[in-house]
Nanobody, 126 residues
């Protein structure tokens, strides 16, 4: 049973930083693509960032490029999203997701992902 548990959300002022964590369990994730999505109130879920568990390639939404970094710690089986220079428009519930059998590329659409966490709230005040 795959489990993804997010943590690290909170309230921060504009210009500040947060690091989200996604603790993964239940499988060996070396073949997975891991991603972060977010959903603001009244808006559709949107892609934030993705990377292969094994390997260095990454994919970012234009809106977070240069401010957010997705990384992983093999020893802790955890994926991170480092968020710097946060803006009020980054306010959303952030979700961790995992996808298996992605032969090429790093998908930015949620329907390609098999497993999801419960989400963690990020609120950025102006």
């Amino acid at each position: 049973q795959v489990q993804l548990v997010e943590s690290g959300g909170g309230l921060v002022q504009a210009g500040g930083s947060l690091r989200l964590s996604c603790a993964a369990s239940g499988r060996t994730f070396s073949s997975y693509v891991m991603a972060w999505f977010r959903q603001a109130p009244g808006k559709e879920r949107e892609f934030v960032a993705a990377r292969r568990w094994s390997g260095g390639s990454t994919n970012y939404a234009d809106s977070v490029m240069g401010r957010f970094t997705i990384s992983r710690d093999n020893a802790k089986n955890t994926v991170y999203l480092q968020m710097n220079n946060l803006k009020p428009e980054d306010t959303a519930v952030y979700y961790c997701a995992a996808a298996l059998k992605i032969s090429a590329g790093l998908p930015s659409t949620g329907d390609r992902y098999n497993y999801w966490g419960q989400g963690t709230q990020v609120t950025v005040s102006s």
